[in-house]
């Protein structure tokens, strides 16, 4: 009698936390294709995404140019194979690696990739944990920086004139 009541309550579990781990998945970078004419769209769509204002913009320079020597890699493949079933195990465990890479890269330097950490507020020791983009801190970072280099050019001018 039990066993009746908890079956399909297991089962609507598992099929839950599955599909929870799929949408976790399809938020991740994927740069994956199995033709030569979907990998040309992804590597396009990639690059436009490292630039300015993408969601990849974040890449750094020596990033980038691994990223596009690993597209450029992985395109070559595709043109001497057309697909990845024409492809021998040599060239499919390079395809796979060069993706593993650029993928890995762009995870880490994902704009909308989220950042958790553990803050004490002020007037406060309790510990609160606030969660930003990475685009965010970036933001952040950067407006930050400015304002430093804004009051070292201030001090410099004042400390010139007397």
Same mark, same amino acid.
């Given at each position: 009698m039990k066993l009746k009541?908890?079956?399909?309550?297991m089962a609507a579990? =598992?099929?839950l936390l599955h599909v929870a781990s799929v949408q976790a998945k399809e938020a991740k970078p994927? =740069?994956?294709a199995n033709t030569k004419d979907q990998f040309a769209a992804v590597a396009d769509h990639v690059r436009q995404q490292m630039g300015p204002g993408g969601r990849f913009e974040f890449v750094d320079k020596t990033e980038h140019e691994k990223v596009d020597g690993d597209l450029a890699n992985m395109q070559s493949l595709y043109d001497k194979f057309g697909t990845v079933d024409a492809m021998d195990q040599a060239s499919k465990v390079e395809l796979y690696n060069n993706q593993s890479e650029v993928n890995a890269i762009?995870?880490?330097r994902d704009a909308d990739r989220e950042i958790c950490e553990q803050v004490k507020p002020m007037g406060s020791n309790i510990p609160k944990t606030v969660c930003r983009t990475n685009r965010q801190v970036q933001q952040d970072n950067d407006a930050a920086h400015r304002y430093m280099q804004d009051i070292q050019q201030v001090q410099t001018q004042?400390?010139?004139r007397g």
């Open positions: 009541f908890w079956s399909p309550l579990t =598992v099929i994927d =740069v994956k762009l995870t880490r004042k400390g010139g």
